[in-house]
């Protein structure tokens, strides 16, 4: 059986942003309803913060609704097709 093999590596950022954007969340409506610093906003923003860690995960389960386990598998996802194609 053949498994797909993306190949590209689409990072977590860019899911939390089309959640925004669905939301129609601007940067600070994220930032007022978590009470998250500017900064922590940008490194969700551009996937300097991983999105398997156990706050990151947390925090948008809460603010999102969306599983802990769908952002943990995102990153996942992100970090196993880097692998592969750095590799």
Known sequence: MNEYQAPI??????????????REWTK??????????????DA???SKIRYDDEKVSSLLQ??????KSFWT???HNYQET???LNS
Do not use: H, M, W
């Open 82 to 84: 880097l692998l592969r």
């Open 62 to 67: 809460q603010v999102f609704q969306i599983p």
């Open 44 to 46: 969700l923003n551009t």
């Open 9 to 22: 590596a689409v990072p977590p950022c860019e899911t939390f942003k089309e959640v925004l954007e669905d």
């Open 28 to 41: 600070e409506k994220f930032i007022k309803e978590t009470g998250v610093s500017e900064e922590y906003y």
């Open 73 to 75: 598998n995102l990153e």
